[in-house]
């Protein structure tokens, strides 16, 4: 038998009703557990990450993990038996807005973060932006290949561009290629780059207050529904009223079905006295491509040279708005980096900022404590009402929450939806509900809010931004380069083996927890400390390194 070192945790029970431990590491056949004073003898090996019973199952016992039902056995489970996609099925406690509990937590102690600030960007309207940036925006996906032409201009010609990297690899295959005429490989070793140079050449900029221009394009704009058209303007609102946008540029053909009258409304919603610029093209006014461009590039320089004008100064913790999202999840992701998580925004909550948790099709099997920690019974309505209607398209489609997870997410332990929810949610730590949210829709209050989006990374993390949050956090257990175009997207491993093979992506390691040489509050803590850093402008997030700034707009059809 494998012998595993003495000093080293092997497994953990999450919550005492839980009938599975986690593997924190490979367990092999024969190894042996004390729980709970008996002894469990492994029938078959368990790898890490992975659930093996506490109890043994029959055919229809139900499985619990995090204090929740997360599934159903299909089949006997012997006991230390690991769990698997062939013997459990997914199934979820159900909800209820008449079951409805009084909800009291503990606040965190917060007197070590009570006199600490930010640098940021102050708006006329009282928000302050983790970064000052400039956004081309077209109305239209005709207008896209403008919005590439002027991006390429303005990011080579200012500073902002990628290292050519790339670029260079190719130009050395073509060149050996015509010396030889036939393939020599380039090595890796002779055109790498250390990620600490990616995106962070800053010096000689033009606009040293200026952190970049940011061109979005999209797909909508026309051909789709009217209801499309308005959405988009809404996402695009919700863009434009950012705190960490500074004014922007909007491109249209003119003819199209999301018009500009649409999004002056939608910014209205939002800010009814929003006073930033937004410069208005409309390429059949101009004519010739030729004149729209030469228009649109010289005004959004002179916008630029204003936007400089504006200098980071300090504000309080309680100005951040902060995303709270998880992609590439893995079966250590409920155990380390999405609880240190929801301790950093519980301190952020108790400090005054506001946080958002989304992806409702991984809130599947945890609905009922998000409805009892609604402060409002109102929120908790929306919130049922939000889940069912979400539920309702997706199985008119014939799709449903259990379907969300990856061959990733399977593989890495997270074999039912309810195992992935109930260790996404924690993410959202403890805090009361201050508020829920549609797509797109801004807080009106601080505190902790439920915004409804899909499970897709960038689907989710475009919605994110659009309501507000001027950091998104973003934990992973497989690896994944998202970003986003306006909010700093600050990646958190939940293994440090992670960490160390993709340290091109990964901002903050949280494998400290897995490791038990931190705990989940102290991890907790360093990550807030490091988002404090990022919000001032000291730190750049690895996707901004990258120039990884991925939009999709949602068009609220099924995506789990």
């Known amino acids: 038998m494998t012998h595993l070192a003495a000093d080293v945790r092997t497994y953990l029970h999450i919550h005492p009703t839980d009938t599975v431990l986690v593997a924190l590491q490979d367990l092999p056949a024969g190894y042996r557990i004390i729980h709970q004073g008996e002894v469990l003898v492994l029938p078959y090996p368990v790898s890490a990450k992975h659930k093996l019973t506490t109890v043994p199952l029959s055919v229809g016992d139900p499985v619990q993990m995090y204090g929740v039902r997360v599934g159903r056995a299909t089949q006997p489970v012997a006991l230390g038996e690991p769990l698997t996609t062939f013997n459990l099925k997914h199934e979820a406690d159900p909800y209820s807005l008449n079951r409805r509990q009084h909800y009291e937590w503990q606040p965190p102690e917060v007197s070590a973060f009570s006199s600490l600030t930010f640098d940021g960007y102050h708006r006329a309207d009282g928000s302050v932006g983790t970064r000052n940036y400039w956004l081309v925006v077209p109305l239209v996906f005709c207008e896209n290949r403008n919005i590439r032409i002027m991006q390429e201009a303005f990011e080579q010609e200012l500073g902002y561009g990628q290292p050519q990297t790339y670029r260079q690899q190719v130009r050395k295959l073509v060149d050996r290629y015509r010396q030889t005429g036939h393939y020599e490989s380039v090595t890796a070793g002779s055109i790498d780059q250390t990620v600490e140079t990616l995106g962070t050449d800053t010096a000689g900029r033009l606009f040293p207050?200026?952190?970049?221009?940011?061109?979005?394009?999209?797909?909508?704009?026309?051909?789709?529904?009217?209801?499309?058209?308005?959405?988009?303007?809404?996402?695009?609102?919700?863009?434009?009223?950012?705190?960490?946008?500074?004014?922007?540029?909007?491109?249209?053909?003119?003819?199209?079905?999301?018009?500009?009258?649409?999004?002056?409304?939608?910014?209205?919603?939002?800010?009814?006295?929003?006073?930033?610029?937004?410069l208005y093209f409309d390429q059949q006014t101009y004519g010739t491509e030729a004149a729209l461009l030469a228009d649109a590039i010289d005004q959004t320089f002179a916008g630029l040279v204003e936007t400089n004008r504006n200098e980071r100064r300090p504000a309080p913790l309680h100005k951040l708005s902060v995303g709270l999202k998880c992609g590439g999840s893995d079966g250590f992701s409920g155990i380390s980096a999405n609880p240190a998580l929801g301790h950093a925004s519980d301190l952020l909550v108790q400090l005054g900022a506001t946080t958002l948790l989304a992806e409702f099709p991984e809130l599947c099997g945890v609905e009922q404590e998000l409805i009892d920690r609604c402060e409002r019974e109102a929120d908790a309505a929306r919130f049922v009402e939000l889940m069912e209607n979400y539920a309702r398209r997706a199985a008119a489609v014939g799709a449903h929450f259990d379907m969300n997870p990856s061959v990733g997410n399977i593989k890495d332990g997270l074999i039912t939806d309810a195992i992935k929810s109930a260790g996404a949610a924690r993410k959202a730590g403890h805090a009361p509900v201050a508020g829920v949210l549609d797509y797109t829709?801004?807080?009106?209050?601080?505190?902790?809010?439920?915004?409804?989006?899909?499970?897709?990374d960038v689907l989710a993390t475009t919605g994110m931004a659009a309501s507000g949050a001027t950091l998104i956090v973003f934990t992973t257990g497989l690896?994944?380069?998202?970003?986003?175009?306006?909010?700093?997207?600050?990646?958190?491993?939940?293994?440090?083996?992670?960490?160390?093979?993709?340290?091109?992506i990964i901002d903050f390691d949280a494998g400290a927890v897995v490791n038990g040489t931190e705990t989940i509050a102290q991890n907790g803590e360093q990550m807030l400390k490091h988002l404090i850093e990022v919000a001032s402008g000291r730190v750049l997030t690895k996707a901004e390194q990258l120039g990884q700034t991925d939009f999709i707009p949602w068009q609220q059809d099924v995506n789990l």
């Open 441 to 456: 829709e801004q807080p009106a209050r601080p505190g902790l809010h439920l915004l409804c989006t899909p499970g897709n």
């Open 209 to 278: 207050n200026l952190d970049g221009i940011r061109f979005l394009t999209h797909d909508m704009g026309c051909g789709g529904t009217n209801t499309d058209a308005d959405r988009l303007c809404a996402l695009l609102a919700g863009y434009l009223v950012h705190p960490n946008v500074a004014g922007a540029t909007v491109l249209s053909l003119g003819c199209q079905k999301s018009q500009i009258d649409t999004l002056w409304s939608e910014i209205r919603k939002r800010q009814p006295a929003y006073d930033r610029p937004v």
């Open 479 to 504: 690896g994944t380069p998202t970003g986003n175009p306006v909010a700093p997207t600050v990646k958190v491993s939940t293994n440090t083996r992670l960490a160390h093979r993709m340290p091109d």
